[in-house]
């Protein structure tokens, strides 16, 4: 069996981390479906990820570990956990926790969103002048409040 091959049919976890040891992932809703947000993990977030039940993450603009919710407490509890065919992707449906601040309601984006995808780029213009619209606009939370300035 070829090497691809054999990363396609295995059902061992051998992630590929990409050359700065990181893996990206994409974050959706267990309850919508809807993307919520996309990191990266490098192999410390994804074992404490498995570990825990819980999404960790690591921060590349703070470089280090990320608890998704920490401070908050918009926490995103695993319900599956994917990968792709050649292992170079991860794909997590999540539950997130719901503080008070958000009324019941499900955030995942730290600008006070549902989701970090709130916004549709239209097909079919000029690349270079392309402009976006808004959708899924609803402020949930206020960041401000929630992280500070």
Known sequence: ???????????DFLPKFDENGLIPCITTSVKTGKPLMFAYMNAQSLQKSIETGEAYYWSRSRNQLWHKGASSGLTQKIIEMRTDCDQDCLWISVETGTPDHVQGREASCHTGRESCFYRKINIGQDPKTVKMQRIDDEIIFDPECVYGS
């Open 1 to 11: 069996m070829e090497n691809n091959q054999k990363i396609e049919e295995t059902l």
